[in-house]
């Protein structure tokens, strides 16, 4: 990868505590306890104007509604089987899946309904339930392993990846279309300037570019020098995608028009969630060993460790929250110590 910068030069840098200012660290505000969730804990969602966040308690069987407000834990939904992607979406993406459940919904005194959508490994279902009520309203079958999900709110379509190798497409409550794929669907992202999906697949090591409209992958881009890639994020602006990998710990940057590498550096262990921040120009990292690793862009190709904030081992899922200018991450229960979710300020514009 002849294009490739050197960005970090090793694994001792990283290994320092690298800081430009305090202003590059997320300051952590909050912390909420989960004081009834054991095991292990996959993706969040957030209700910006209802001040809630949703998380998919993966191990507990359960997604847990926390106020953001009070700083607490006030409801679970219960018997899920392995909750792993999470939307919350505002807009109604499928009517009631009976009239005797519309008529209760619309009982609260609205006809919209404000939806939580939670991927259920264990028995392959997209379920959908009122973010009110947390009735659920409507299941969607996709085989097996429903995992990460992502809404595309001008079609109001709801994509997730599933089983060993697709990326199920839902419209209205129902299922419309898959696309195949050569492995199971890590991480993926909807291109907002074109059609592209862009998806990672660990097994094949490499990330395969689906066509949303035609239905079908058009390329894929090999992952050089690393594997195991699992989180991704897209500066669609830029035309750059970063994808984080495990072995070895490194976040690889590849240009969206040619598919090649444009930069290759080391970050912490375990990494399962990357966000771009374009106001500020940043990447976080959440590291499973225990860091948020903060990266800062001069251009488009060049990027520097500008800070580690300390967090938990095990907490490597994670939500950035561009309205709110929050970090969320999730601890497990780790021993005596309950599980929660941090609440971390990236600081100011």
């Given at each position: 990868?002849?294009?490739?910068?050197?960005?970090?030069?090793?694994?001792?840098?990283?290994?320092?505590?690298?800081?430009?200012?305090?202003?590059?660290?997320?300051?952590?505000?909050?912390?909420?306890?989960?004081?009834?969730?054991?095991?292990?804990?996959?993706?969040?969602?957030?209700?910006?104007?209802?001040?809630?966040?949703?998380?998919?308690?993966?191990?507990?069987?359960?997604?847990?509604?926390?106020?953001?407000?009070?700083?607490?834990?006030?409801?679970?939904?219960?018997?899920?089987?392995?909750?792993?992607?999470?939307?919350?979406?505002?807009?109604?993406?499928?009517?009631?899946?009976?009239?005797?459940?519309?008529?209760?919904?619309?009982?609260?005194?609205?006809?919209?309904?404000?939806?939580?959508?939670?991927?259920?490994?264990?028995?392959?279902?997209?379920?959908?339930?009122?973010?009110?009520?947390?009735?659920?309203?409507?299941?969607?079958?996709?085989?097996?392993?429903?995992?990460?999900?992502?809404?595309?709110?001008?079609?109001?379509?709801?994509?997730?990846?599933?089983?060993?190798?697709?990326?199920?497409?839902?419209?209205?409550?129902?299922?419309?279309?898959?696309?195949?794929?050569?492995?199971?669907?890590?991480?993926?992202?909807?291109?907002?300037?074109?059609?592209?999906?862009?998806?990672?697949?660990?097994?094949?090591?490499?990330v395969a570019v689906v066509?949303?409209?035609?239905?079908?992958?058009?390329?894929?881009?090999?992952?050089?020098?690393?594997?195991?890639?699992?989180?991704?994020?897209?500066?669609?602006?830029?035309?750059?995608?970063?994808?984080?990998?495990?072995?070895?710990?490194?976040?690889?940057?590849?240009?969206?028009?040619?598919?090649?590498?444009?930069?290759?550096?080391?970050?912490?262990?375990?990494?399962?969630?990357?966000?771009?921040?374009?106001?500020?120009?940043?990447?976080?990292?959440a590291c499973g060993e225990?860091?948020?690793?903060?990266?800062?862009?001069?251009?488009?190709?060049?990027?520097?460790?500008?800070?580690?904030?300390?967090?938990?081992?095990?907490?490597?899922?994670?939500?950035?929250?561009?309205?709110?200018?929050?970090?969320?991450?999730?601890?497990?229960?780790?021993?005596?110590?309950?599980?929660?979710?941090?609440?971390?300020?990236?600081?100011?514009?």
């Amino acid at each position: 990868m002849n294009r490739i910068v050197s960005i970090v030069a090793g694994f001792a840098l990283l290994a320092s505590t690298a800081r430009a200012g305090d202003a590059e660290i997320p300051k952590l505000l909050q912390t909420i306890p989960m004081p009834d969730v054991k095991g292990r804990i996959d993706h969040l969602a957030v209700d910006v104007a209802g001040q809630r966040l949703f998380v998919a308690a993966l191990g507990n069987s359960s997604v847990e509604v926390l106020d953001l407000k009070t700083g607490s834990d006030v409801h679970s939904i219960v018997g899920l089987a392995e909750p792993q992607g999470i939307l919350f979406v505002t807009d109604d993406i499928g009517e009631p899946d009976t009239p005797a459940t519309k008529e209760r919904l619309d009982a609260n005194g609205s006809e919209s309904h404000p939806t939580i959508v939670v991927a259920c490994g264990g028995d392959g279902t997209v379920k959908l339930f009122d973010a009110t009520t947390f009735e659920m309203t409507r299941q969607i079958e996709f085989d097996a392993d429903a995992d990460n999900l992502r809404y595309e709110s001008a079609t109001k379509r709801v994509f997730v990846g599933f089983a060993d190798g697709a990326i199920g497409i839902a419209e209205s409550g129902k299922r419309i279309g898959e696309v195949k794929l050569e492995g199971h669907p890590e991480s993926f992202q909807l291109e907002s300037s074109g059609s592209r999906l862009f998806v990672n697949i660990p097994s094949a090591k490499h990330v395969a570019v689906v066509d949303r409209e035609k239905r079908k992958v058009i390329a894929t881009w090999p992952i050089q020098d690393a594997v195991s890639n699992y989180p991704m994020a897209l500066d669609d602006a830029s035309h750059r995608l970063f994808v984080g990998c495990r072995k070895p710990a490194a976040l690889v940057v590849l240009d969206t028009v040619s598919g090649k590498a444009v930069a290759h550096f080391p970050i912490g262990g375990d990494v399962d969630d990357v966000f771009f921040d374009r106001a500020r120009k940043r990447v976080y990292a959440a590291c499973g060993e225990g860091t948020i690793d903060v990266f800062e862009a001069s251009d488009s190709d060049h990027y520097k460790l500008v800070g580690r904030a300390k967090t938990a081992p095990g907490a490597r899922t994670a939500l950035f929250v561009v309205e709110m200018n929050r970090l969320f991450v999730a601890v497990p229960r780790r021993g005596d110590a309950a599980a929660e979710v941090r609440v971390y300020d990236v600081g100011a514009k």
